[in-house]
């Protein structure tokens, strides 16, 4: 026999899916208005408007800007957290994981484009922590740097990267990163996401790869030395 719910968790259900439901519209339309217009130039009655939930519905579920703009960062950089950890597979390469990491940061940042627009937006550098603005983003770019650097430093071990500065080298690929991404929306996104994750990884290999082992590394990312 079915266990029946008591009317007042019920309710109480419904109004947390209600919620849930409005902070979802708040944090996509907080995307796409500080995409266009940034975060000092953003009004919370904007975002209200966009989300289509009035300003006081906005404030029952977030108390500031500031609280909306930290939680678009959460939710974001969450998922391209646990993205990232799903990548890694017993056995594999530096240069692998590194090819497999590249792509999947690129996709993930080329399908959403009011959250890329809204980081290239601030115009700081994703690979100085001091620049950043919030928590989440010092704490995901400071994840990132841990992550690229080690795989640096495996891959010199591994013979297929030069002997530099791990942590270094880590900086310049997430640099390299935004500067490529920015370049994509700037000519309006035309170029198929495939061949901008392609350029990006045939540029890092090149760039940091033994020459006597590029070959190879081109080779385990299915790239040709050309174009």
Request: aromatic share 8%; proline share 3%; glycine share 6%.
């Amino acid at each position: 026999m079915a266990t029946a719910i008591a009317p007042e968790k019920a309710q109480q259900s419904l109004k947390d899916r209600k919620r849930e439901l409005y902070r979802e519209a708040v944090l996509d339309a907080a995307e796409r208005v500080f995409g266009s217009e940034g975060y000092e130039a953003t009004k919370v009655q904007r975002i209200a408007s966009e989300s289509g939930v009035s300003l006081t519905t906005l404030y029952s579920v977030f108390e500031s800007k500031w609280e909306i703009y930290r939680a678009v960062h959460r939710r974001r950089l969450g998922e391209v957290m646990g993205l990232a950890g799903g990548i890694y597979e017993a056995g594999a390469s530096a240069v692998e994981t590194l090819v497999a990491g590249m792509r999947m940061q690129l996709d993930f940042f080329m399908s959403r484009r009011d959250y890329t627009r809204m980081q290239l937006k601030e115009v700081t550098a994703w690979s100085t922590l001091e620049l950043l603005r919030s928590p989440e983003q010092i704490e995901g770019l400071s994840a990132g740097l841990q992550h690229f650097a080690s795989l640096f430093r495996q891959g010199i071990d591994e013979g297929d990267f030069v002997d530099d500065d791990p942590e270094l080298m880590a900086r310049m690929v997430i640099a390299c990163q935004q500067v490529r991404l920015a370049m994509w929306m700037d000519d309006g996104c035309q170029e198929a996401p495939k061949s901008v994750a392609d350029a990006a990884i045939r540029h890092l290999l090149r760039s940091y790869c033994r020459p006597e082992r590029l070959d190879a590394a081109l080779h385990k990312a299915d790239l040709e030395q050309s174009p």
